[in-house]
Nanobody
Framework: QVQLVESGGGLVQAGGSLRLSCEAS????????MGWFRQAPGKERKFVAG????????YYADSVKGRFTISRDNAKNTVYLQMDSLRPEDTAVYYC?????????WGQGTQVTVSS
């Protein structure tokens, strides 16, 4: 079992920044790739960013490239999403994710609201 707990969401003005955190427990966190997804009201959940188990490789959706940065601290069992130059269209619930074997693990989500 893996438990993922997100934090750091909130209300911010356009152009501002937020840093999301996702703390994992229950399994060997450092062995697995991690990802961030988001879901806006009435829309499908979409990939935002991913990071390899070592942190050596990162991946981004085109919509956030150059504005968001994913990182991880394996000693703290935590993955981060630094979000800069936020836009109203970034408003969504942000979810932390990992896949272990055939099981998809999700956190409970954290709300990010960007006002114009």
């Amino acid at each position: 079992q893996v438990q993922l707990v997100e934090s750091g969401g909130g209300l911010v003005q356009a152009g501002g920044s937020l840093r999301l955190s996702c703390e994992a427990s229950g399994r060997a966190f450092s062995s697995y790739a991690m990802g961030w997804f988001r879901q806006a009201p009435g829309k499908e959940r979409k990939f935002v960013a991913g990071i390899s188990w070592s942190g050596g490789s990162t991946y981004y959706a085109d919509s956030v490239k150059g504005r968001f940065t994913i990182s991880r601290d394996n000693a703290k069992n935590t993955v981060y999403l630094q979000m800069d130059s936020l836009r109203p269209e970034d408003t969504a619930v942000y979810y932390c994710n990992t896949i272990i074997g055939n099981t998809n693990y999700w956190g409970q989500g954290t709300q990010v609201t960007v006002s114009s």
